[in-house]
Structures are given as C-alpha cells and as structure tokens.
C-alpha cells in the first residue's frame, strides 16, 4: 500500500500563497489517482482537486478553481497544491489521497473513492 505525507501547510495572509506537497512512499504514483481534500474548522471534508493517473486531467471544486493549481511530479513520487490569493475561507486541514485506478484517464472528486489519505496539513489564512 501506499504511504502520504502531507506538507507545506502554514500561517498565511489572506492574498497570499502555499504550496502544499503530498510525498508518497511504497508505491509509486503512477498507479494511482491523486486528490486534495479539506476540513475547515466544524465542517466535513470536502473536496479541493484531483487529478488523473497521467495527470492530464485535472478537476476543482469551484470554489478553489482559478486559484489552486494541482500538479504530479511522478519522478519525485510526489503531488502538489498550489494555493494563490488564499482567501480566509480556505482555512482548513488540507489532506492528500491516492486511489488505485486502472485507466489513465480516470477522475473522481469524491471522498469514498479514495482509499489512502495523508495525516493532513494546517492550512490557516488571516484576514
């Protein structure tokens, strides 16, 4: 199975930017969809973006899209966020997620497809 570990995750101003990296350990990724979810304080988690196996298809939430960015380095065993004009309502626990998927080309945006998840990030946004 495959391990992620999540980082990045800080105290910013609202305008600002992150970048959050998801590390995965194990196995590597390219047999894997890749995710982004969060939980802002009190709520569930939900969705952020997602990526395909070969990374040639992306999808955001509308409320990040515009502003966040997700990216897959398959070298480095490694998926990214970036994360620009943070608004205060993007502070949350940011995790990352993998699932297995057999065709490339595949997406999904929501939270029981995926079956391995970092231990999450902080992400806070002042305002």
């Known amino acids: 199975q495959v391990q992620l570990v999540e980082s990045g995750g800080g105290l910013v101003r609202a305008g600002g930017s992150l970048r959050l990296s998801c590390a995965a350990s194990?196995?590597?990724?390219?047999?894997?969809?890749l995710g982004w979810f969060r939980e802002p304080p009190g709520k569930e988690r939900e969705f952020v973006a997602a990526?395909?196996?070969?990374?040639?298809?992306?999808h955001y939430a509308d409320s990040v899209k515009g502003r966040f960015t997700i990216s897959r380095d398959n070298a480095k065993n490694t998926m990214y966020l970036q994360m620009n004009t943070l608004k205060a309502e993007d502070t949350a626990v940011y995790f990352c997620?993998?699932?297995?998927?057999?065709?490339?080309?595949?997406?999904?945006?929501?939270?029981?497809?995926?079956?391995?998840w970092g231990q999450g990030t902080q992400v806070t946004v002042s305002s």
């Open positions: 997620a993998a699932d297995l998927a057999s065709l490339p080309n595949s997406i999904t945006s929501t939270v029981s497809s995926y079956d391995y």
């Open positions: 990526t395909s196996r070969d990374g040639r298809m992306t």
């Open positions: 194990g196995r590597t990724i390219i047999n894997y969809r």
